[in-house]
């Protein structure tokens, strides 16, 4: 058996974002959980994630970081992503200096396109993005 | 689904110690946990004129065990309140936690199970055990803190990569806000250090505020004659831009005590008892938020059931504390209540009706940045300072004239949102 969670990670590490969608109400949970976040059944089907979207808001981090997973990285810039499913989620944003400065540059800009970068820490794959 | 408890509950006394730094803090540095919660619970009882053997159960809250060292909150307070042999149970809703004890007690009493109960809540976010020793104490090292208090979040994915709270509470709802209400980074900014003057304030005249010093002393103290000049520099950078750090919560020591009983009790009682008549609980996992950052669903929820409950509006409210650990995001709370029109909070702010003698006062003790914030016993703090509020006997910040109807809205985490609808007998 290889876990749900597991399989998010492991697709990371491929480049790829899985969900899930609901095969009663069609409603897309990501990240993946045992049941649909808009009915609560608990069948559904994996299905593959663009990896692209549309930047909402981003703001810097402080040292020191939140998780020892990212000492080395902090500050760094958490963005809040649409993804093109309809999808809200947030993850690094890689390519963007964490300062005021240029988060209020990145604030000023509007419809900024992303995609998925994922950011290949000592143990894990974990979601970022960059601007496209 | 019902909608109301099936009997009629009191909160008959309250308790609650300074917050502060079981290390430094003067009037609680070198207690052990045990005691600074055993003072919240002393207070609260003696409030109601009971003792331990007199309540039915203790609902003990506690958040973080590596801090407090007390992973059996319940079994290992009893002793220390008075409550050996009595029924319990350990409760942590990171800062709703004392709140939401007040809920699951009151429906307890209401169900006929018990008369009465002890809601206590304890926690140290500034100290921590030092080595093995079973009462010297440490300062908490900063990249610690958060890794604990995460631990309430999402632990398979948002916390594994990358999720940050300070930056999504605050940077990005800042962000959300202003694009929602046209409004400048400049004009932001400025709106911002008036909420926190405010709280300051409320903290200055609070002796059991954390930080007890004014916005304005301290600038002065660093040599700054315009404080805001002393906001905009570098003693006070942006955590997260464009929330700077000191429109963030300062970690405390602290606890608060809460002590219900039957209605029908409520006669004999030494001082005034408030009613519980509304409360809603709802709970949602990051991010709280899709394309608005200040659209949090999980509060319309909590708030709708709450005065749903209660049969009011945001009109009726006369008292609001929400949780402003993120200060930007407390302000949301209170449009999202109706207390505060929508995208007219700062305003109020900027104009000085959210101080205690103000016609929309909020956060009257001071807030999780100036009162602090003791996780699990923060929201007591708030309905402590709210039941002052309604008895006229919350010092140096009453109310001109006492409310007569509060409203205590927290956030465990952000995860928890909790509404309590407290109203003067």
């Known amino acids: 058996m290889t876990s749900i969670i597991e399989r998010h990670y492991r697709g990371l590490a491929g480049g790829i974002m899985y969900a899930h969608r609901c095969t009663d109400c069609y409603g897309l949970t990501f990240p993946m959980t045992t049941c649909c976040d808009d009915c ?37 810039v958490l963005s809040h992503v649409l993804l ?25 800009r509007r419809d900024v396109l992303v995609e998925l970068d994922v950011l290949r820490t000592a143990d894990l794959p974990v979601i970022a993005f960059r601007i496209r | ?17 300074r917050f502060g730094d079981l290390v430094s803090t003067p009037g609680i540095a070198g207690l052990s946990l045990q005691e600074l919660a055993a003072a919240a619970a002393r207070e609260a009882l003696e409030d109601a004129g009971m003792r331990g053997h007199d309540v039915g159960a203790l609902y003990a809250g506690n958040a ?5 060292g007390l992973p059996a909150t319940h079994t290992q307070l009893a002793r220390w309140v008075g409550l050996n042999l009595k029924p ?44 093995l020793s079973p009462y010297e104490r440490e300062p908490i090292p900063p990249d610690l803190l958060r890794v604990w208090t995460d631990q309430s979040c999402d632990q398979a994915y948002a916390v594994p990569q990358g999720h940050d709270m300070i930056a999504a509470c605050n940077g990005i709802v800042a962000q959300g806000y202003m694009r929602r209400y046209s409004m400048s980074a400049k004009d932001y900014d400025r709106a911002m250090f008036e909420v926190c003057r405010t709280r300051r304030l409320h903290g200055a005249l609070n002796p059991r505020a954390v930080l007890q010093q004014r916005l304005e002393d301290e600038a002065a103290e660093h040599g700054f004659a315009d404080p805001f000049d002393f906001w905009r520099s570098s003693l006070n950078p942006f955590a997260s831009w464009p929330a700077r750090r000191r429109s963030l919560a300062t970690p405390a020591d602290g606890a608060s005590a809460v002590v219900l009983v039957r209605g029908e009790a409520a006669r004999g009682l030494p001082h005034r008892s408030v009613t519980l008549r509304g409360f809603g609980t709802a709970a949602a996992d990051v991010p709280w938020y899709t394309l608005d950052p200040t659209n949090w669903r999980h509060d319309a929820v909590a708030i709708h059931a709450a005065f749903t409950m209660a049969g009011i509006t945001g009109a009726d409210i006369d008292h609001l504390h929400t949780d402003d650990s993120s200060h930007i995001l407390g302000i949301v709370a209170a449009e999202r209540t109706g207390y505060l029109p929508y995208g007219e909070g700062l305003e109020a702010a900027s104009a000085g009706r959210l101080r205690f003698d103000g016609d929309k006062p909020m956060s009257t003790h001071g807030g999780r940045h100036a009162f602090g914030h003791a996780s699990s016993a923060s929201a007591g703090s708030d309905t402590y300072e709210a039941v002052m509020q309604i008895r006229g006997r919350a010092g140096a910040a009453q109310m001109p004239s006492a409310p007569g109807l509060s409203v205590v809205a927290t956030h465990g985490r952000s995860l928890i949102s909790q509404v309590l609808v407290l109203e003067g007998n």
């Open chain 1, 40 to 76: 609560g059944s608990f069948t559904y089907e994996e299905v593959r994630l663009a990896g692209r979207g549309v930047l909402l808001f981003a703001s810097h981090t402080t040292a020191p970081a939140s998780h020892p997973r990212f000492v080395g990285l902090a500050p760094y």
């Open chain 1, 84 to 108: 093109d499913e309809g999808i809200a989620t947030q993850g690094v944003l890689t390519g963007v200096d964490p300062t005021p400065d240029a988060m209020e540059d990145l604030y000023e």
């Open chain 2, 1 to 17: 689904m019902a909608t109301r408890l099936a009997g009629h509950v009191v909160i008959a006394g309250v308790g609650c110690t």
């Open chain 2, 64 to 68: 973080t065990g590596q801090s407090s």
């Open chain 2, 88 to 131: 319990g149970v350990r409760i942590d809703a990171a800062g709703s936690t004392t709140n939401v004890a007040i809920v699951m007690a009151a429906e307890a009493i209401a169900s006929g199970a018990i008369d009465s109960a002890l809601v206590l809540g304890v926690e140290a976010d500034r100290s921590r055990p030092k080595g």
